[in-house]
């Protein structure tokens, strides 16, 4: 019982400090667009995973951001053509240096909470020159608005991946997956699900574990109470600036996903490639070492 009310009482403190903070950020946030906050662009993501190949995904993802997204630069400083290639997907195709023998594979590359397919273009220009075919993707809620990550969840994130992975899967033996953050979460989960065609995994930064990760899964409780959990505008025109209570939620629920199927198969049997900062302060480090070890069985995983 004396448990019971701890938690509750916890609860209770966390739902008060995140109103407070929620209050505090709305004012901060009073001067931004009422649009920017409102969903619009993404109620019917399925609509850009349609395509027969990934220059249709290409295609269909940019009209949607285009018709839907709110823009950075409101003076026009900034052509809004120059915002919408950075934050859509691309395909990097193997560079002049390689053979025009088939490609080594296809490496479909993940970005984080909040950011877009701009995040992973350096590494996907490094594949390009190591002769593989390098994508970049745009998980649905992302690009266009804050307001569009309260319609998605993290199953909408997952179809979207799975969905051009065996689309990658069609075109060549060899599929990488590699992922930043929530993205790094999300290519694990479709790495080890059954049948899946990857042969390998990249974790950036990767939200296997996250800090504050008790506090943080109170967070599906209290969302629909506190929608934002901060707003500010943002700093620049690759990534949001504001988000919802519900996108850390949906965080946290794929993450437990992905250890639901890691429990499942019991192991990582593909290799598996772990690359962070000891100093990072969102993920946990050591507990992301230590999960590594403990499923990580390819003698190429390091």
Known sequence: MRLIFLQHRMLAIVLLCVCFT?????????????????????????????????????????????????YFDAAKAIDT????????????K?????????????????HGLSDTAFAMQDLAEHLASSCFVARTVLLPGHGT??????????????????????????????????????????????????DSPVKSVIGISPAYTIAASRLARLSRFIDWAVPWLFKSPPDDYVRYGTAPLRSVSE????????KSVLNNTGSVELPWLLIQSMD????QPAENMDFHAIFAKNDRSR
């Open 94 to 110: 193997p560079g002049p240096e390689c053979s025009d023998a088939e490609p080594r594979g296809i490496a479909i590359l993940v």
């Open 145 to 194: 608005r804050p307001g569009d990550l309260l319609v998605v969840d993290h199953h909408d994130w997952l179809a979207s991946l799975r969905f051009l992975t065996q689309q990658a899967a069609a075109e060549n033996d060899n599929i990488i997956l590699g992922g930043f953050s929530l993205g790094a979460a999300l290519s694990l989960t479709i790495a080890t699900e059954k």
């Open 251 to 258: 965080t946290v629920s794929a993450i437990r996903h992905m």
């Open 22 to 70: 929620a209050a505090c950020a709305s004012k901060q946030g009073s001067e931004l667009p009422a649009e920017y906050l409102e969903p619009s662009g993404w109620l019917e993501f399925e609509q850009t995973l349609t395509g027969a190949n990934f220059a249709e995904y290409v295609t269909a993802t940019e009209q949607l951001v285009s018709e839907h997204r709110v």
């Open 280 to 283: 990072d302060s969102v993920v």
């Open 81 to 92: 053509s120059t915002e919408l290639m950075a934050v859509t997907p691309k395909e990097y």
